[in-house]
């Protein structure tokens, strides 16, 4: 399996050659601490003035973006627990130098299982799907209306939750159901947007 970079992460990664092996390790480190603790901006500003090949002479923002760059990078790859040959791959239509490409994948090696142990413990323990049943109800007439057609859809959802199960029953009409059925699917095509993966990469 390889990662899908957006464009913006790409941009992000394209800083590393640009700094020292020293100083992409020690990026590295500063990603996983970003994941212990959250972001800090003193950290990004004393990383922009250590020294690779001289004075990095680049703002905090810029080593910032390398960070989270090099922390999704990260993140994902230790998420999917993917092969090193898949890793390889991933990072290689970056361009970087067999050097640098070489020193990232000794970075997801040696954070990987730290960094799988850290998002497991940043997730929240909401319910998640069992199974699900579902029955179609149609009214064809009553007392005040000999001919009408009232569609009704009930839906048994089991969930797991703290080791155990629970069932919530809901009913809704076709209608409802489809109106949420599309706004699912809009909420998942933005999802794709640079704008919701930059959330949703800093919240994690």
């Not at 994902?76 to 994948?105: A, C």
């Not at 497991?120 to 009214?139: I, K, N, T």
Request: glycine share 4%.
């Amino acid at each position: 399996m390889l990662l899908d970079l957006s464009e913006e992460h790409k941009e992000h990664l394209a800083f590393l050659p640009q700094v020292d092996s020293a100083v992409v390790a020690e990026f590295g480190r500063i990603a996983v601490e970003f994941l212990r603790r959250g972001s800090n901006p003193k950290i990004y500003e004393g990383a922009a003035s250590k020294k690779g090949r001289g004075k990095l002479n680049v703002s905090s923002d810029t080593v910032q973006h390398g960070v989270e760059g090099l922390t999704y990078l990260l993140t994902e790859s230790s998420k999917l627990m993917i092969s090193e040959l898949d890793f390889q791959d991933s990072v290689f239509v970056l361009g970087f130098s067999e050097e640098l490409n070489k020193l990232l994948l000794q970075l997801y090696l040696d954070n990987r299982k730290e960094i799988r142990t850290i998002l497991s413990e940043l997730a929240p323990d909401l319910p998640s799907y069992h199974s699900l049943e579902w029955r179609l109800d149609v009214q064809l007439a009553s007392r005040s209306l000999r001919q009408q057609i009232k569609p009704a859809v009930t839906i048994k959802l089991h969930l797991n939750h703290n080791g155990g199960h629970n069932t919530n029953v809901l009913q809704t009409d076709p209608a409802t159901l489809l109106h949420l059925v599309q706004q699912l699917e809009q909420a998942l095509e933005e999802m794709k947007t640079n704008h919701c993966r930059r959330v949703v990469r800093n919240i994690k």
